[in-house]
């Protein structure tokens, strides 16, 4: 049995129409998209709810399956006029990376409203996303990091 698991196109779907519901009731009039994990999120959330303003932010915390000792994070968007924000990644991990950039908008624009977002979410991590679907302990293999390559070899397919 391989530790890793597959997460499809369909899942993603699926799990994002979950979560819909909560985040309309939020009403993010911006969306931060962690580069890369929570661009494809980020950008299905705001067709879903028909919200333009989404941005990017850079925060890298791993490359490949190594684990930097201190996040790195860049490309931090104006918010001046923002009220309500909603940071998206794939996956809220260690929450190091979540919690950096939190704390980064938090110190830059201290009046905004901060919710997050992820799909998985480890019961380890420093924080828990707002708006979440999956509690895992295994390594995720996102549809958008193996099917174009097919880059994987052993993993486990959800049903």
Known sequence: MSDKLYYSYTDCINDCKLLLVDIKKYKPDAIIAIARGGMIL???ISEAINLRD???INAVSYYDDIKF?????????NLSKKNNILIVDDIVDSGETMSE????FKQEYPNINIKC???????????KPDFKVRKTDQ????????????????VIWLI
């Open 42 to 44: 980020a950008h299905l």
């Open 54 to 56: 989404i941005y990017t």
């Open 69 to 77: 000792q201190k996040v790195k994070i860049s490309n931090i968007p």
């Open 101 to 104: 950039v939190i704390k980064i």
């Open 117 to 127: 977002l992820s799909i998985f979410y480890k019961d380890t991590a420093v924080i």
């Open 139 to 154: 390594w995720i293999e996102f549809f958008w990091e193996v099917d174009l390559f097919n880059r994987s070899k052993e």
